[in-house]
T-cell receptor, first 119, second 112 residues
Framework: GAVVSQHPSWVICKSGTSVKIECRSL??????MFWYRQFPKQSLMLMAT?????????EQGVEKDKFLINHASLTLSTLTVTSAHPEDSSFYIC???????????????FGAGSRLTVL | EDQVTQSPEALRLQEGESSSLNCSYT??????LFWYRQDPGKGPEFLFT???AGEEKEKERLKATLTKKESFLHITAPKPEDSATYLC?????????????FGKGTKLSVKP
């Protein structure tokens, strides 16, 4: 079945530093990946859509200069939280849609998430 | 505004005690309704997709149903390993396939 892998699973950083999170589709190619964020006891919220070879599309209220997304290949998207602050502490989860022919096709498949804590 | 509300927020059951989780939704047009399971510190794991009112799907002890306003996730004779947070999400017509609107989830605890 389709697997989406994220790394790191957790990270702690100092305020003002930048953190990069990787999202990989392990057994399928993903021209589009999606980045979600989940605060404690809150809903998962879509932050941005990552498009291979082109600019990401950000949801309203998400700062594109703060959350840099790069989708350089068909199996890898990265999210960089720049100049992180404590209010950026959250659970970041990426997802992808496996294409037809893959078990789980057309169902949004999520990675295990990355817990970011900014001190 | 498209919205998903789940109830109850938390549910404690004894092993074998059947119950139902509710997901109420308002959406301009429904493309699909999804149920996911999320374990602590993990990403959501897909359970079901429902597309039209009257549709039902089953998997082991879980059964999902859909009406025009809500969905239910029925859990029959739950086991401790069913303990998790269950998330409901809708995908609106005209929205991208990756844009799911999630509820806050129902945290289920099943005691042996």
């Amino acid at each position: 079945g389709a697997v989406v892998s994220q790394h790191p699973s957790w990270v702690i950083c100092k305020s003002g530093t930048s953190v990069k999170i990787e999202c990989r589709s392990l057994d399928f190619q993903a021209t589009t990946m999606f980045w979600y964020r989940q605060f404690p006891k809150q809903s998962l919220m879509l932050m941005a859509t990552s498009n291979e070879g082109s600019k990401a599309t950000y949801e309203q209220g998400v700062e594109k200069d703060k959350f840099l997304i790069n989708h350089a290949s068909l199996t890898l998207s990265t999210l960089t939280v720049t100049s992180a602050h404590p209010e950026d502490s959250s659970f970041y989860i990426c997802s992808a849609l496996p294409h037809r022919g893959i078990r789980g096709a057309n169902v949004l498949t999520f990675g295990a998430g990355s817990r970011l804590t900014v001190l | 505004e498209d919205q998903v509300t789940q109830s109850p927020e938390a549910l404690r059951l004894q092993e074998g005690e059947s119950s139902s989780l509710n997901c109420s939704y308002t959406v301009s047009g429904l493309r699909g309704l999804f149920w996911y399971r999320q374990d602590p510190g993990k990403g959501p794991e897909f359970l079901f997709t429902l597309y039209s009112a009257g549709e039902e799907k089953e998997k082991e002890r879980l059964k999902a149903t859909l009406t025009k306003k809500e969905s239910f996730l029925h859990i029959t004779a739950p086991k401790p390993e069913d303990s998790a947070t269950y998330l409901c999400a809708v995908q609106a017509l005209g929205g991208s396939q990756g844009n799911l609107i999630f509820g806050k989830g129902t945290k289920l605890s099943v005691k042996p």
